[in-house]
């Protein structure tokens, strides 16, 4: 159950739009995400493998982490790693998972909250779940998204939002039957607390069994959505789709997901991420924890990294100090 919950019929209702120039978005694509593992060995879904980028753009890369119930002893997180050239998203919906950086940042990401990173020119830093929870172990489920930005954006400074579980905005769909948590951008008249360099919506709704959802979708912007977990049917079509799916969506002005009337024992509800955002429309060179514009650009970030010039470990920091190693000949995944 996702940390940040209400009673929908006491929430704002998103408006259903009409008129006969409003369609609904067909399905392009429906991919499974393979199972991986990441850092110190924590279970991940790979959400967006098999996609071609200039389907997710402004997106490239998205983790579903867990879900995973831990015993004591068992939580994992991982090693000091380099970013430059784009922005992480991590949203936990159970557990809790402690970040510190290289420029004095850190704190604690836990049941609801975002933590929205624009790495810029470069950052070093971790996430490890605290002391007491490697000690006790519990529930660990969360989402690590990135989000591209534009060539004029890549070499900004660092930056920080903390988006606290009271401050995600809560609306209900149309018939009561999903709640809706608008994590960053806009439906209808309702915003999202994020700020964002690309214009871009991200949005997590719970939906009961027979429930329907239905939402306005600016008609720039992409439309992708993953079953994190239970049974639904997406689009125009009412494609089924099933936990560790993706759909990618064609062009129109309304999204539509649909819970099934029978949903499995460990997930009586349908949790569903609903991402969108204005195509940047430019190069991406990737290589491991780097997206920038030019594979010259790509190596400029890897030497920065080994001379040092993306920042150091402090010296005091309550975290391991095992540091990724990157192999210029061996990009990471």
């Known amino acids: ?66 879900e995973v119930e831990y015993g004591p002893g068992e939580p994992k997180g ?12 991590t949203y936990m919906m159970d557990g809790v998972i402690r970040h510190a950086d290289s420029i004095g940042g850190g704190g604690v990401i836990s049941n609801g909250a975002t933590q929205w990173m624009t790495a810029g020119s470069g950052i070093l830093h971790i996430e ?7 000690a006790a172990g519990g529930l660990f ?25 009271e401050s995600v905005k809560l609306l209900a769909s149309a018939d009561a039957g999903a709640i809706v948590r608008l994590i960053a951008g806009e439906i209808g ?33 992409n439309a992708l959505g993953y079953v994190l977990a239970g049974n639904a049917m997406v689009g125009a079509e009412r494609r089924p789709v099933t936990t560790g799916q993706l759909t990618v969506f064609g ?12 949903q499995e024992g460990r997930s009586p509800q349908v949790e569903f991420l609903l991402l969108g955002g204005r195509p940047i429309r430019e190069p991406v060179a990737w290589m491991g924890p780097f997206v920038m514009n030019t594979k010259a650009e790509l190596q400029q970030a890897y030497e920065d990294f080994q001379a040092g010039r993306l920042g150091t470990v402090p010296a005091t920091h309550a975290a391991p100090t095992d540091e990724l190693r990157l192999q210029a000949d061996s990009p990471l995944d």
């Open 1 to 66: 159950m996702p940390a940040v919950t209400a009673d929908p019929i006491t929430l704002p209702r998103i408006e259903i739009p009409s008129g006969p120039a409003l369609a609904t978005r067909p399905v392009r694509s429906v991919t499974t995400a393979p199972s991986g593992y990441e850092g110190e060995g924590f279970p991940v879904r790979r959400a967006f493998a098999g996609v071609d980028l200039a389907d997710l753009d402004p997106f490239v890369h998205l983790d579903q982490m867990g």
């Open 78 to 89: 991982t090693p000091w790693h380099p970013h430059r050239g784009f922005e992480t998203v």
């Open 128 to 134: 490890t779940p605290p002391e007491d929870v490697v």
């Open 141 to 165: 489920h969360g989402l690590q998204l990135w989000v591209n930005l534009p060539a004029r954006d890549k070499w900004i400074d660092p930056r920080y939002q903390d988006i606290e579980p």
């Open 189 to 221: 008249d309702h915003r999202g607390p994020g700020g964002t360099h690309t214009p871009m919506t991200m949005v997590h709704a719970t939906i009961s069994p027979g429930g329907q959802l239905v939402l306005p979708w600016p008609a720039e912007f």
């Open 251 to 262: 062009p129109g002005h309304t999204i539509t997901v649909e819970a099934g009337e029978t």
